[in-house]
């Protein structure tokens, strides 16, 4: 079975400041790691997804997550928060056989001006 | 560009009520999926189909839940007698490919309140 952890269900930030949202999976198997950020009363939009290739994976909007095997962390980050990266983001897990995506419970990410 | 589109957005019926919603991927995508988000969490997998083949409805909620993808483009999904529990929003996403690193592409979703 397979979980998906978000430390966190809200986090603040000033804009300008580090974002860092974590997430923590559990799989018995090599996962495919996905996050997706949704704004408000819209469906999900894919910022970036781990695949195997490079561990450092580099997504939309400045965001980037760094897969870490042996913490089974895959935690999004942003150099400097914009009032716009505010929005509820999702990490989630998946892997080969199904495709099926199971989420974390997600992060509300605030940016104050 | 046309995305995954989902009809209608919004619901609202009362309890008993058998719902239907419809889910449109994006041409040519071989997977369909159903998801269910409730306030404050992450979506549910539900049910999926590859083509026109459903190859997993073991997550739907109950037997009031079915899904159907006639001739593998489509995809609509009913709910039987709604209870207010099944109050959500419920997303649909299409990705192209077999291997589980495809990305899912998710609609708008159709948020439904069950009076």
């Known amino acids: 079975a397979q979980s998906v952890t978000q430390l966190g269900s809200h986090v603040s930030v000033s804009e300008g400041a580090l974002v860092l949202l974590r997430c923590n999976y559990s799989?018995?198997?090599?996962?495919?790691l996905f996050w997706y950020v949704q704004y408000p009363n819209q469906g999900l939009q894919l910022l970036l997804k781990?695949?195997?290739?490079?561990?450092l994976v580099k997504g939309i909007n400045g965001f980037e997550a760094e897969f870490k095997k042996s913490e089974t962390s895959f935690h999004l980050t942003k150099p400097s928060a914009h009032m716009s990266d505010a929005a509820e983001y999702f990490c989630?897990?998946?892997?080969?056989?199904?495709?099926?995506?199971?989420f974390g419970g997600g992060t509300r990410l605030m940016v104050k001006p | 560009d046309t995305g995954v589109s989902q009809d209608p957005r919004h619901k609202i019926t009362k309890r008993g009520q058998n719902v239907t919603f419809r889910c449109d991927p994006i041409?040519?995508?071989?997977?369909l999926y159903w998801y269910r988000q409730t306030l404050g969490q992450g979506p549910e997998f539900l049910t999926y189909?590859?083509?026109?083949?459903?190859?997993?409805k073991s997550r739907l909620l109950s037997d009031r839940f079915s899904a159907e993808r006639p001739k593998g483009s489509f995809s609509t999904l009913e709910i039987q007698r709604t209870e207010q529990g099944d109050s959500a929003m419920y997303l649909c996403?299409?990705?192209?490919?077999?291997?589980?690193?495809?990305?899912?592409?998710f609609g708008p979703g159709t948020r439904l309140l069950v009076l």
């Open positions: 781990y695949t195997s290739a490079a561990t």
């Open positions: 989630a897990v998946s892997y080969r056989a199904g495709n099926m995506l199971t």
């Open positions: 996403a299409s990705s192209m490919g077999t291997g589980g690193q495809e990305t899912q592409y």
């Open positions: 189909f590859q083509n026109e083949a459903q190859l997993e």
């Open positions: 041409s040519e995508h071989n997977r």
């Open positions: 799989s018995s198997v090599p996962p495919y």
